[in-house]
């Protein structure tokens, strides 16, 4: 079964920071990994989605990373500013396509 | 646009009574899901279908149902059994491999 974990669990940081959120993964056979955010009270917006054979994506400010082998996909926030305050949640499709999801990271960018 | 949209935005459920929450997408995706999230937990997986006319349990499946009788819809009843409805519920739904899109969630208190 596919379990995924989410390090740190909360971050805190001055705005203007780069932040790099890791996202672990126990089973290499994938097919995809995708990052969401969620605001309080909402649902979850898709910000990246990686295919397996890709090795990152890139949209504005946010990059994400991919390595099957070492079971492991970063996401990396340059200039971080009060806006990208939110949860961040990785999701792989486990068994029949369904999607398993890390506990998120809890950012707050301070001014 | 296409997209999933979930409704209502809030309900209120007096104890003892069933009620039902909608789920509809626009955007051909064979596979649906719902979920559920507490305050400080991850989201856990209720029900999800893969095709029409067929639909499996998650890991939290008592005292919910549901039903997929047209591609575009997976309503969830929370029934008089789930003791601790309280909660929000998030759908989402996918196509192959192609990521998974998300509802801006229905907000579930019990009065």
């Known amino acids: 079964k596919q379990e995924v974990t989410q390090i740190p669990a909360a971050l805190s940081v001055p705005e203007g920071e780069n932040l790099v959120l890791n996202c672990s993964f126990t089973?290499?056979?994938?097919?995809?990994l995708q990052w969401f955010r969620q605001d309080p009270g909402k649902g979850l917006t898709s910000l990246l989605l990686?295919?397996?054979?890709?090795r990152e994506q890139t949209s504005g400010r946010l990059n994400a990373s991919l390595d099957k082998s070492s079971g492991r996909s970063t996401l990396y926030i340059a200039a971080s500013q009060p806006g990208d305050s939110a949860t961040y949640l990785c999701?792989?499709?486990?068994?029949?396509?369904?999607?398993?999801f890390g506990r998120g990271t809890s950012l707050i960018v301070h001014p | 646009d296409g997209g999933i949209t979930q409704s209502p935005k809030y309900l209120f459920r007096k104890e003892g009574q069933n009620v039902t929450l909608s789920c509809e997408q626009n955007?051909?995706?064979?596979?649906m899901y719902w979920y559920r999230q507490d305050p400080g937990q991850g989201l856990r997986l209720i029900y999800y279908?893969?095709?029409?006319?067929?639909?499996q349990k998650g890991d939290i499946a008592e005292g919910y149902s549901v039903s997929r009788e047209k591609k575009e819809s997976f309503p969830l009843t929370v029934t008089s059994a789930q003791k601790n409805p309280t909660a929000f519920y998030l759908c989402?739904?996918?196509?192959?491999?192609?990521?998974?899109?998300f509802g801006s969630g229905t907000r579930l208190t019990v009065v």
């Open positions: 989402a739904s996918s196509k192959g491999h192609g990521g998974y899109t």
């Open positions: 089973d290499s056979a994938i097919y995809n």
């Open positions: 990686i295919q397996s054979s890709q």
């Open positions: 999701a792989l499709p486990g068994g029949s396509y369904i999607p398993t």
């Open positions: 955007l051909n995706h064979d596979a």
């Open positions: 279908s893969q095709i029409v006319n067929d639909f």
